[in-house]
């Protein structure tokens, strides 16, 4: 069973930076391809961005170029920096981990664990 904790939301202007951290605990982080997902209310959690085993890296076309994900292995963590932040991008953020392969990474059922979520404000 892996556990994920995500820390790092908050408030941030339009324009500004955020750093997204997910902590992992309880399983062999390496084996886990790694992805972000955002939710706001009344809507569909949606894909953002997903790192493979590998560090292959995939995002949403809006974030291209914005957000950037990384891992690093030694500390069981995955990272999404967030630059140039629109209100668009405000949502809370989660943190998800799959062992699976052959998926649709864009989709919430090719991962099997989640974490509880972090809030990211954009405003002014």
């Known amino acids: 069973q892996v556990q994920l904790l995500e820390s790092g939301g908050g408030l941030a202007q339009p324009g500004g930076s955020l750093r997204l951290s997910c902590a992992a605990s309880?399983?062999?982080?390496?084996?886990?391809?790694m992805g972000w997902f955002r939710q706001v209310p009344g809507k569909e959690r949606e894909f953002v961005s997903r790192?493979?085993?590998?560090?292959?890296?995939y995002y949403k076309d809006s974030v291209k170029g914005r957000f950037t994900i990384s891992r690093d292995n030694a500390k069981n963590t995955v990272f999404l920096q967030m630059n140039s932040l629109n209100e668009e991008d405000t949502a809370v953020y989660y943190c998800?981990?799959?062992?699976?392969?052959?998926?649709?990474?864009?989709?919430?059922?090719?991962?099997?664990?989640w974490g509880q979520g972090t809030q990211v404000t954009v405003s002014s």
């Open positions: 998800a981990a799959s062992q699976r392969t052959l998926v649709d990474w864009r989709l919430r059922s090719s991962y099997n664990y």
């Open positions: 790192i493979s085993r590998n560090s292959d890296t």
């Open positions: 309880g399983g062999t982080f390496s084996s886990y391809s």
